[in-house]
């Protein structure tokens, strides 16, 4: 995928944290070459966090954060700060921004940087404004740079690649299949998903599919016994959309590896193993009992909906519990999970891993059973072990 069309739940994060006016917004525009973030002398100008996707060489397609000012005041201001610190959930790495005119007391900035450390978030000391002085001081973990005059922004940007120390790019499905191999995708049209376009999960896995050099067949749910009976050779494998597992599986012979998109996601950008073991505790449901139903997009709500409809319908069913249930999107995730008995989540597709893997995190600090939707709906057809058996690993 190239800049454009780079998914933000794929991009590498890039947060800027600081007092106001150490000029994030400043270095914002200076690293991207874009005048994207408001610059003023009035302190507060940014108020909550600012999201441009742009491209860095040698490291691709990025997403630049401008967060609030870590030193705002007032109600109003803790409340940006609040907001600044909640990207941490997502930040792959952060640059730390401080005045080198005037840096002062940098207990705030040292306090996030032991957060940082806890969080094992690869960090860069920026010392701005290098134009104001005439002699700076020279530290390893430092880098002096002016967003006036440009000074030490290619130093920086080149900085940015030995800092993350980039890994090879996660499978989705590549590594559990071989070249030629041919792989079935069950895509029922779905009503949320923009006119002419399959959704974004969709997309990514067969892309992954194309790169091992293996050969997507992408049919409807209501195709599939037709193509089973014209295909030359059987598939390696089945991933379908989870609503219509039970569907699938009458269709697809028991020899064929069967998975779902949401559950190649709870791997690729979750934790897959600690989701299954949270199974159990949907036996343990009672009446009354808070189930909180969480989302990473925001997308608008039809009639059947997956997450405010369907699986809660599914989840009282097959209970036969008085389920109450809440729901997160978006950014929105709570971070007193006390009240739930259960969160369950969707695959994650426009969150990128950080967050995903912040918020599994999250709940299993606070010893709450979180999973997804193609996880619940296999368990609750009765086919969980064929839906795992692709993984090919002890659950």
């Known amino acids: 995928m190239g800049l454009n069309d780079t998914p933000k739940g794929e991009r590498i994060h890039i947060a800027l944290f600081g007092k106001r006016n150490a000029g994030k917004s400043s270095l914002v525009n200076e690293i991207s070459g874009q005048e994207l973030s408001i610059v003023s002398e009035t302190k507060g100008t940014t108020t909550d966090p600012v999201y441009k996707a742009m491209e860095i060489a040698p490291i691709g397609p990025v997403m630049l954060v401008d967060t609030p000012g870590l030193d705002d005041e007032g109600s109003l201001g803790q409340m940006r700060v609040e907001k600044a610190k909640e990207v941490l959930r997502k930040a792959d790495m952060a640059l730390l921004v401080v005045d080198g005119s005037n840096p002062g007391d940098l207990l705030i900035e040292n306090n996030i940087e032991k957060e940082l450390q806890r969080k094992k978030i690869p960090y860069i000391w920026i010392y ?5 002085i005439q002699k700076k001081e020279q530290k390893d ?11 030490g922004i290619k130093e920086l940007k080149d900085s940015f690649s030995k800092v993350l120390n980039l890994q090879d790019e996660k499978p989705i499905v590549r590594d559990l299949i071989e070249s030629n191999d041919l792989v079935v995708l069950v895509v029922p049209i779905d009503k949320a998903a923009p006119k002419g376009r399959l959704i974004l999960p969709q997309q990514q896995t067969i892309r992954d599919i194309l790169e091992k050099g293996a050969i997507p067949v992408v049919v409807r749910d209501t195709e599939l016994e037709k193509v089973f009976k014209k295909l030359a050779e059987m598939p390696k494998l089945v991933i379908t959309d989870s609503q219509v597992f039970k569907k699938v599986e009458e269709i697809v012979p028991k020899d064929i590896f069967l998975t779902s998109f949401s559950i190649l996601f709870a791997r690729y950008k979750g934790e897959l193993s600690r989701m299954v073991k949270s199974l159990k505790s ?13 989302e990473g997009c925001s997308h608008h709500r039809q009639c059947g909906d997956i997450g405010t409809e369907k699986i809660p319908n599914w989840l009282q069913n097959y209970t036969g519990k008085q389920i109450v249930f809440e729901t997160a999107s978006g950014n929105e995730f709570p971070k007193d999970l006390s009240t739930y008995k259960l969160i369950i989540h969707c695959g994650g597709c426009m969150l990128n891993e950080k967050e995903m893997k912040a918020r599994i995190e999250m709940a299993s600090e606070q010893n709450k059973p979180i999973l997804n939707y193609g996880l619940l709906i296999s368990y609750m057809n009765g086919m969980l072990d064929r839906t795992l058996e692709v993984f090919n690993e002890e659950f």
């Open 282 to 294: 949907i036996e343990q449901l009672m009446d009354g009992d808070k189930v909180l139903m969480a």
């Open 141 to 151: 973990n430092r880098i002096w740079v002016s967003a006036k005059t440009k000074e």
């Open 128 to 132: 701005n404004k290098m134009d104001l």
